[in-house]
T-cell receptor
């Protein structure tokens, strides 16, 4: 499985944008970049995913580098409810439902 | 629309016993995956089922098994429980096949082995 690298932790203030980076230098051409987050005492929650182009949804934006070796999850206005562990995951064509979770980034949001 | 439902939410078992956990996917979802989460190892993939067939399996001993029924509901079984099997077991379901789809997770079953 292709590997991702994320900072162990990040901090933000409420209502400020947050940029969560992810490096995936060994990504293959068919790997999708997925982001999930896990709030305390809950199962992981899907945030966003993309292949080559930047993606936006109601939760966040995903900015993918032109060479696809890195990506950034953007939370436009952090709230206290966004405090969670954020996982950047690569999922390829033959993954058959397998998501390989790393250690993720613990995001702390200060009021 | 109801989410992924896992039962029971909490379970306490004794070493050597076996346990069966249940997962009801979102209606219409045919892919069900199982994960184990522990403080030391994080989230680890156990196996995935699609249309009653196991398509992928993680690196776990044979004591961990699963199955999927024709209505897409899935069960996982752990036999001869060990203390190290204490974990949060999570189930996820997906609508589509392949990597271009999102997974929806349940709240998990917290298993404690004593």
């Amino acid at each position: 499985d292709a590997k991702t690298t994320q900072p162990n932790s990040m901090e933000s203030n409420e209502e400020e944008p947050v940029h969560l980076p992810c490096n995936h230098s060994t990504i293959s051409g068919t790997d999708y970049i997925h982001w999930y987050r896990q709030l305390p005492s809950q199962g992981p929650e899907y945030v966003i995913h993309g292949l080559t182009s930047n993606v936006n949804n109601r939760m966040a934006s995903l900015a993918i580098a032109e060479d696809r070796k890195s990506s950034t999850l953007i939370l436009h206005r952090a709230t206290l409810r966004d405090a969670a562990v954020y996982y950047c995951i690569l999922s390829g064509g033959t993954s058959y439902g397998k998501l390989t979770f790393g250690q993720g980034t613990i995001l702390t949001v200060h009021p | 629309k109801a989410g992924v439902t896992q039962t029971p939410r909490y379970l306490i078992k004794t070493r050597g016993q076996q346990v069966t956990l249940s997962c009801s996917p979102i209606s219409g979802h045919r892919s069900v995956s199982w994960y184990q989460q522990t403080p030391g190892q994080g989230l680890q993939f156990l196996f995935e089922y699609f249309s009653e067939t196991q398509r992928n399996k993680g690196n776990f001993p044979g004591r961990f098994s699963g199955r999927q029924f024709s209505n897409s509901r899935s069960e996982m079984n752990v036999s001869t429980l060990e203390l190290g099997d204490s974990a949060l077991y999570l189930c996820a379901s997906s609508l589509a096949v392949g990597a271009n789809t999102e997974a929806f997770f349940g709240q998990g079953t917290r298993l404690t082995v004593v």
